[in-house]
């Protein structure tokens, strides 16, 4: 029932700018907690970023200063904000939504972000 729909990646050269979206349909309840993980060839996924329903925000290291998260609670829809990007962002952003108890954690389908030099 629950879909995350996630779209905004692209190509862009190194210091440029991208704005993902995320939304969450089919929920009744509003998501404890949406944002992004990463994941770049032959690497693990790794957080990004994640923001609970009151606002309180975790970054990872590598983007805070870049990275901004912001949200529509009404909607279940997040966007990030990801300026002055490096080589290094280079991956497919997956969008995750933790609905539990009622329906449990959801995964996107991916958006792949190219970063060129």
């Known amino acids: 029932q629950v879909q995350l729909v996630e779209s905004g990646g692209g190509l862009v050269q190194a210091g440029g700018s991208l704005r993902l979206s995320c939304a969450a349909s089919g929920s009744i309840v509003s998501p404890n907690a949406m944002g992004w993980y990463r994941q770049a060839p032959g690497k693990q996924r790794e957080l990004v970023v994640v923001i609970t329903r009151h606002g309180t925000t975790t970054y990872a290291d590598s983007v805070k200063g870049r990275f901004t998260i912001s949200r529509d609670n009404a909607k279940n829809t997040v966007w990030l904000q990801m300026n002055n990007l490096e080589p290094e962002d280079t991956a497919v952003y997956y969008c995750?939504?933790?609905?539990?108890?009622?329906?449990?954690?959801?995964w996107g389908q991916g958006t792949q972000v190219t970063v060129s030099s």
């Open positions: 995750t939504a933790d609905i539990r108890p009622i329906y449990g954690i959801y």
